[in-house]
């Protein structure tokens, strides 16, 4: 089937247009989701990393606050003076609190309630598990050793453990040890409230209109999340919860009630904790497709915008190839006069000021043409059908006129016989005279040209010779410049070093000042370090005098045996410190003797060296002068040898040329005796002829 161009310009032009349009909206909405994607999962590690970051700030806030209190001398002191046969009530409720340390104790314990807020209890257990002191006064006497966070404090570690407060709720249990000289004492323990602590982080997380964030314990446990029911549920059957227990930190995609949802968990080590943030992920793709949407919508407008364009400039350019196609195909048949229609539609086709309208005029220029063409034909026929009349009338004349000639031909050809005789008598005779000297004028050109060759191998060795010669006196001229051109190097850095070599010597005589001056200095503080040892020797004195008076004043002068005793050791602390610092400064003063010694001997070496340098640097200079003379020469032999190779060069090109003009003069010999043996062969062709017509 056919296909017009109409057609093939709305498949070819059309077509692909659409195909392209849609290539781009569907590559557009790849990038924008693909980017929209690693924007997301990149704002949402960033908001997880940032909870993690804050639930362990917390914690570590909340360990560090319980030991610093673990630490205060009132927890340990009141655990101290707890007998082990007092009841936990005789110690709490004994009639003298200031005494025993209780009300001092308690106020340890209100403070980690008021001043940290997700703090909402705190206690104080015995060696046997047993409440000492809580901030509760009715949770005293309670047992709580059978708690894994428990026995973990009172082997001396923190502990760390989500269990329901003394009012039900979920709550974290942090736990640490009190020690009193390196023994367990008891354990300060404290309630965290995971409610409050997620009202303040993981509450305040809103991802879209299903998304949330969430943290759950080794179990799967929900410890925080928005909806608060399920605080303290099991929620290791969903599919994050297992990724996360799985995985520890990573992403995950999975279905919910026909919604796909993803999920970013990680893993608190020191908690043991999951934290998980869930989003739904067509919500979170929405822009993506919207964008989508918007670029298929403006896509089909494009497409039928520019479908209504390409239909009319095809209809255009459709309606004029016709009127082309309906104007040759008239032409072809013959008829070199169209129809005033087709006239008319490619005379609208020509005025168009395209590919399409030069078309068109150029078959209006070509019908034209073919019209004068058919014309000049149609004459040239006629004219040739006269011309063909005249030319029978001549041949008939012709005819006679080769009869008349016959019959002189026979009559004038016995009278030229005898001349032409004589004729190629003496043609035959000068032909073998100058074919005689043809040769030998041959044989003398091609001896001269033998020579001539043997003189242009000679000159070209002679001048190969030459200009090697010119070649090595040229690089021999080279290597000199480029040897004087070192040797200047040489010479200059040779004075470099010199100069350098003095600066050295004025440095090392320098330090050798400086090694003196500190040798002074060492030896001052040698005397100063004396003067020190002898103040401790004399406070060490006083020290055990102090500390023997203090014996004999009894109880009275205890405190000031103790001050007499560290007295006494930081004087022997002082001699032992003066003893180092002397054998330190014996070292430096060893080792400033070592280095005057070394910087005197540098000195000298460095005097003997730039001795060397300057005779170095002469030499150089010699060698310079030395090498500009050789190079002058060598450039004299090589200027010379270039002269030679020119005027041997000018020689060969005489040669050359002589030589091809013999070469010419032997081939013109040839040619001239090959045309004398033609000329005696049309001689003796000649007299057979004569002879020929004499017989008749």
């Known amino acids: 089937m056919k296909m017009g161009i109409m057609s093939k310009m709305m498949l070819n ?33 960033t908001v997880i990393d940032k909870q993690v970051h804050g639930l362990a700030t ?8 319980m030991k610093t209190s673990a630490e205060s001398n009132h927890v ?17 409720y004994d009639g003298d609190l200031a005494s025993s ?17 997700i703090v909402d209890g705190a206690g104080l257990l015995d060696l046997d598990g047993k409440v000492a002191f809580h901030t509760t006064r009715e949770l005293v006497g309670r047992n709580m050793g059978e708690r894994r966070s428990v026995n973990v404090a009172l082997q001396g570690n923190m502990g760390f453990e989500n269990i329901p407060n003394h009012a039900g709720e979920l709550a974290t249990i942090v736990t640490t040890p009190v020690m009193k000289d390196g023994k367990t004492q008891g354990v300060l323990y404290a309630y965290m409230s995971l409610p409050r602590l997620s009202a303040g982080t993981t509450d305040t997380i809103k991802i879209g209109k299903d998304g949330f964030c969430a943290v759950y314990d080794s179990e799967g446990r929900v410890l925080m999340h928005p909806d608060k029911s399920l605080i303290g549920t099991d929620g290791s059957n969903q599919p994050h919860v297992r990724a996360a227990l799985g995985n520890g930190n990573g992403r995950v995609v999975y279905d919910h009630n026909d919604t796909e949802m993803v999920a ?14 869930v989003g739904d992920r067509d919500e979170l793709l929405e822009p993506a497709r919207n964008l989508l949407k918007e670029n298929m919508l403006m896509g089909g407008v494009a497409i039928l915008v520019v479908g209504c364009i390409i239909i009319v400039v095809a209809r255009g350019i459709a309606r004029s190839i016709k009127a082309g196609e309906n104007y040759v195909q008239a032409v072809a048949g013959g008829n070199f006069n169209p129809s005033p229609q087709e006239e008319t539609e490619l005379a609208q086709a020509a005025r168009r000021g395209d590919e399409i309208g030069g078309l068109s005029q150029g078959i209006q220029g070509m019908v ?21 009349t005249e030319a029978e009338e001549a041949m008939g004349e012709a005819q006679e006129a080769r009869k008349q000639a016959e019959n002189a031909r026979q009559e004038g050809m016995l009278a030229a016989a005898g001349q032409l005789e004589a004729v190629a008598g003496i043609i035959s005779s000068a032909s073998t005279q100058l074919s005689a000297q043809i040769e030998q004028s041959d044989r003398s050109a091609a001896e001269s040209s033998q020579r001539l060759s043997e003189a242009a191998t000679a000159m070209n060795q002679m001048n190969a010779t030459v200009q090697e010669v010119a070649h090595n006196a040229a690089a021999a001229s080279s290597a000199s410049r480029e040897t004087k051109e070192k040797a200047h190097a040489g010479a200059q850095i040779v004075e470099q070093a010199v100069r350098s070599i ?21 030896q001052s503080i040698t005397r100063i370090m004396n003067v020190i040892s002898d103040i401790a020797d004399q406070t060490n004195l006083l020290a055990l005098n102090a500390a023997i008076e203090a014996a004999r004043a009894g109880d009275a002068g205890r405190g000031f045996a103790v001050v007499a005793d560290e007295v006494r050791k930081l004087a022997e602390k002082t001699m032992a410190s003066t003893h180092d610092v002397s054998a330190a400064i014996q070292a430096i003063q060893n080792s400033t ?35 500009e003379g050789t190079s002058d020469q060598v450039n004299a032999i090589a200027t010379a040898s270039e002269e030679q190779s020119a005027a041997s060069d000018e020689i060969n090109q005489s040669i050359v040329q002589v030589n091809e003009m013999s070469r010419q003069s032997a081939v013109a010999m040839a040619e001239a005796t090959q045309a004398v043996a033609e000329l005696a062969a049309q001689a003796h062709t000649l007299k057979n002829l004569i002879a020929q017509m004499k017989l008749g």
């Open 502 to 522: 003095e600066a050295v010597r004025h440095v090392s005589e320098e330090l050798k000042s400086d090694m003196a001056e500190l040798g002074d200095h060492a």
């Open 58 to 65: 917390v914690q570590q806030m909340t360990r560090g606050l």
């Open 101 to 117: 340390g209780s009300e001092d104790v308690q106020n340890v314990l209100d403070d980690l309630t008021e001043h940290f807020g």
């Open 13 to 45: 032009i059309l077509v692909p247009s659409m195909l392209g349009l849609t290539a781009v909206c569907v590559f557009s909405y790849w990038r924008a989701e693909t980017s929209l994607t690693q924007q997301i999962a990149h704002e949402l590690n």
């Open 593 to 627: 003797a070592k280095s005057m010694s070394s910087a005197d001997n540098a000195v000298n070496q460095i005097a003997q060296a730039t001795n060397y340098a300057s005779e170095s640097g002469q030499a150089l200079r010699e060698i310079v002068a030395t090498v």
């Open 76 to 92: 340990k002191n009141a655990l101290l003076r707890r007998g082990s046969s007092q009841s936990v009530m005789e110690v709490v």
């Open 264 to 277: 970013y968990y990680r893993h608190m080590p020191e908690s043991n904790w999951h934290v998980v943030l």
């Open 368 to 388: 034209g043409k073919l019209r004068s063409l058919f014309s000049e034909s149609e004459e040239k026929n006629h004219q040739a059908e006269i011309a063909k």
